[in-house]
């Protein structure tokens, strides 16, 4: 007896950005966010980091 064709297709789906990046500060320059992470760092007493996210844009966070 012959095997039935039992695959589902696949629809394909755009890439969405993650809501969460919709709460963050995005600085379009490295200067900007360092700028940013020092006020912070002054006026809250935490250490903050810069880095660069993959839409290329700089963000701050407390991580290591």
Do not use: C
Request: charged share 35%; no cysteine; hydrophobic share 25%.
């Amino acid at each position: 007896m012959p095997r039935k064709n039992n695959k589902h297709k696949v629809k394909f789906q755009r890439f969405q950005k993650q809501v969460s990046q919709q709460n963050k500060t995005r600085y379009s320059s490295e200067r900007d966010a360092r700028a940013a992470a020092d006020y912070l760092e002054l006026t809250k007493g935490i250490e903050l980091n810069v880095y660069r996210d993959i839409d290329g844009g700089w963000y701050l966070t407390s991580k290591k």
